[in-house]
């Protein structure tokens, strides 16, 4: 079972941010996951909300800024003893750090139309170029999925699940293409991750903070748990 990263190491640093990034492969943990959304100047980002303040305690909201705006939001402003200014990283600026990683699962936020969803995955790809093996692609969004298959990406994709619609996730990630299927934790049943298992799709859950729980996820064969705690679970499952 690999153990990866939520958001970089979200219970340990300062989300989806460059600090963050460093500090999981400092540890020496090599999987990560995190989010990316599309600026109006088409430029990739990685931030979960599409608005500033539960981050920075600023309220704007991100589609309204260009790449050069960045600079002054804090990503560590609720961090009291992060000592680092963190921007809100560029794809680009967060690959550079990833090089030697082993898994990389990059969610796409969900978009408004089909169009959008063309253009932000013709622009994601490029920037993934040389992660192709490492690289799987996530959303909740099927117009994302819709338009990798559409392209015929090399990249292999995952459909993240939050609404409990059992085996229905199963049909419909296969139908998408997908190697994988993120659940959501309290979704992730034994029988439904037997299921998942039968269909020969790979397995991540999310997020997965307590340790017996990391033990049982474990037990039933699970490819990846995602944890706001790497450093915690990586001092259990050594």
């Known amino acids: 079972m690999r153990i990866i990263g939520h958001r970089g190491a979200r219970g340990e640093a300062p989300e989806n941010t460059l600090g963050g990034f460093r ?17 109006k100047d088409d430029e990739l980002v990685i931030m979960h909300d599409d608005n500033f303040l539960r981050t920075t305690g600023t309220d704007k909201n991100i589609y309204q800024c260009s790449s050069s705006e960045l600079q002054s939001y804090n990503q560590a402003s609720i961090w009291l003893d992060w000592k ?3 921007v809100t990283p560029t794809l680009q600026h967060a ?17 408004a139309t089909m169009a959008e969803a063309e253009k932000l995955i013709l622009e994601l790809q490029k920037q993934l ?32 699940i939050e609404q409990d619609i059992k085996e229905r996730a199963i049909e419909q990630a296969l139908a998408l293409g997908c190697c994988q299927i993120g659940w959501m934790n309290t979704l992730a049943t034994d029988e439904i991750i037997h299921a998942t298992q039968q269909a020969h799709l790979n397995i991540s859950v999310w997020t997965v903070n307590n340790i017996e729980r990391a033990r049982h996820l474990q037990s039933l064969g699970i490819e990846g748990l995602i944890t706001d705690f790497p450093k915690m679970m990586l001092q259990h499952f050594k």
Do not use: C, P, W
Request: net charge negative.
């Open 23 to 39: 500090y999981i492969h400092d540890l020496g943990i090599r999987a990560v996951e995190f989010d990316v959304r599309q600026l």
């Open 84 to 86: 680092n200014f963190e």
């Open 95 to 111: 690959l550079n750090i990833m090089q030697d990683f082993e898994h990389i699962e990059v969610e796409v936020k969900a978009v």
């Open 129 to 160: 170029h040389g992660f192709e093996q490492t690289a799987v692609i996530t959303s909740f969004d099927v117009k994302i999925h819709q338009t990798l298959k559409q392209q015929y990406s090399t990249f292999k994709r995952g459909l993240l």
